[in-house]
């Protein structure tokens, strides 16, 4: 399989000391599901951010589909973000707009400023736009505003804002971290089958060990900055998952053979 | 004096079990402050009433003559030198001065503050601009429409350039703190769908802040339409103002002015009504 994205020896450093991200290194292939795990602070949302550019990494290379992602200019960059979607914990939607509104701004990137922002949109982005939504169930909320929606709706929007940009990409950080267990199942549901079947790279950050083990092709362990293990879920033991936790792992190491168990199960 | 005697022991005898006298509040610097602030407030204000210049003016007889005025002007209303028609029509040039000003001030005010919110500009272009405006506000509107005077003579002209000018400032400031109330995150989501910032302005930040930014210019409406009243009878803008000036000070027709005052409150509250209307609709 081709490398889609790949990070060379990146790091991050805000201010004098902190240091997020320290000499990450690894790779991504086309069309793989790959869970970024590691407690809080670890860095996880840093290193989705350094793909699209949001943040912007202080040293290394990082390589999407063979571009070097830090040396485009301002045009360029646009033009690459339309190429990865990207999802959030706290789905940051604009919550006075309706649910066809938030999807159609995942357009935005492929129109002139002056287009985009009077909302002028094509029938057949539109089109798009209505089939994405009824492919995530959210056919009788298309002219709902978004803060009369669940969370678990939210989040779909948000799915379908990034889905309407065609991306290669989809970045989701903490997707599921504000939903309950059940929604929380829908979404992870809807990110296997982006990867599946419409062949969308998915890369996402997760804190519930559980729910990585079960879905992701891949885990990607970071700690304090540094990737700590890279390698298929059932290459991970319990002491990868010590090192990646710390000394946090102490209540974790009740809980990981019994989630192993039930990832296996499923 | 007696408060300040206290203070002494009161700072030092922290400990309420071995004060002689026990303390309910611990006197701090800042209780302090205010406690002085106070009691300078009231010197003043005694020392004022002692030295005012009456001027042979009986006290007692001047708040009943006025007392008496009051009675003419709200009791007793009737038009004399305008027509109820007239007035009607003054009525409509003022409140044309409010609109004309507030749109103005809102048009240009929207671009300047998207240039002033720290969350859509840089840190330096947002403190240049809202320096600028701030000094703006700090003359009040009516000296800004009589420095226009002096290149635009006093009138109709020299007002509108006066009060859009304060009203430009103003709803700088308001719009620009409703922009930076906008969550980070939906800003930071279109800008990772690729969206320019023009976009992300017209299409997540103004949508979001609209409620707000429509209330705070229906206040600055209000505020217009009561500074230009004002302006007819101090710059000669024209409309109702400039009527009420004339009975006050030429005809000395007190029937009328209440006649005036009358209107100008009535339309004072439909805008109020207005106002408060269009809010409920707008946030349902």
């Known amino acids: ?266 | 004096m007696k408060m300040i005697r206290t203070a002494g022991p009161a700072l030092t005898g922290r400990d309420p079990f071995t004060a002689k006298r026990i303390r309910i509040k611990l006197l701090t610097r800042s209780a302090l402050v205010i406690r002085m602030t106070i009691l300078m407030l009231a010197l003043l204000t005694l020392l004022g009433f002692l030295t005012f210049n009456y001027q042979g003016v009986n006290f007692f007889k001047g708040v009943a003559a006025t007392l008496s005025n009051f009675k003419v002007i709200f009791i007793q209303p009737a038009f004399a030198h305008v027509t109820f028609q007239g007035a009607i029509g003054e009525l409509l040039i003022t409140l044309s001065l409010g609109i004309l000003t507030t749109l103005l001030g809102a048009v240009i005010a929207l671009f300047l503050s998207l240039f002033a919110a720290k969350n859509l500009s840089n840190r330096m272009t947002s403190n240049i601009v809202k320096e600028l405006v701030a000094i703006i506000r700090a003359v009040p509107t009516v000296l800004w429409v009589l420095i226009f005077a002096v290149s635009a003579g006093l009138g109709s002209v020299a007002a509108v350039i006066g009060m859009s000018f304060h009203s430009i400032s103003y709803l700088t400031k308001a719009y620009s703190e409703s922009f930076e109330e906008m969550d980070r995150g939906t800003i930071e989501a279109l800008e990772g769908c690729g969206a320019s910032w023009w976009q992300i302005v017209w299409q997540a930040v103004i949508p979001s802040s609209l409620t707000s930014m429509i209330s705070w210019t229906f206040i600055r409406f209000e505020v217009n339409f009561g500074v230009a009243v004002a302006m007819g009878a101090a710059a000669g803008a024209g409309g109702i103002g400039y009527d009420m000036f004339m009975d006050s000070s030429y005809y000395y027709n007190l029937h009328e002015m209440g006649a005036i005052a009358y209107f100008i409150l009535i339309v004072a509250m439909i805008l109020e009504y207005g106002s408060v209307k269009i809010k409920d609709k707008i946030r349902a």
């Open chain 1, 1 to 266: 399989m081709a490398t889609l994205l790949e990070f060379r020896d990146v790091s991050k450093r805000y201010g004098n000391d902190t240091l997020a991200l320290s000499h990450v290194s690894f790779s991504v292939n086309e069309g793989e599901l790959v869970s970024i795990i590691g407690p809080s602070g670890a860095g996880k949302s840093t290193l989705l951010r350094c793909i699209n550019r949001l943040i912007e990494a202080t040293s290394g290379e990082v390589i999407f589909d063979k571009t070097n992602v830090q040396q485009l200019s301002k045009g360029k960059l646009r033009a690459l973000r339309t190429k990865i979607g990207m999802i959030f914990q706290s789905y940051n939607l604009v919550d006075r707009l309706s649910v066809f509104e938030n999807v159609l701004h995942g357009r935005l990137g492929y129109k002139p400023a002056f287009v985009g922002a009077l909302g002028l949109y094509h029938e057949s982005e539109k089109k798009q736009a209505l089939e994405i939504l009824k492919s995530l169930g959210l056919e009788d909320q298309v002219y709902k505003r978004c803060d009369q929606l669940s969370g678990g709706q939210k989040q779909r929007v948000g799915i379908a804002r990034a889905l309407v940009q065609e991306p290669r990409m989809l970045l989701a950080d903490e997707p599921i971290a504000s939903l309950d267990p059940s929604s929380s199942k829908t979404i992870m549901d809807h990110l296997r089958h982006i990867s599946t079947s419409l062949g969308i790279t998915v890369l996402v950050n997760l804190h519930q060990l559980d729910i990585a083990l079960n879905y992701a092709d891949r885990i990607i362990g970071v700690s304090q900055g540094k990737v700590v293990f890279d390698g298929l879920p059932s290459e991970l033991t319990d002491e990868t998952i010590r090192t990646i936790y710390g000394a946090d792992s102490e209540e974790l190491n009740l809980n990981i053979p019994e989630s192993k168990e039930v990832a296996r199960k499923i």
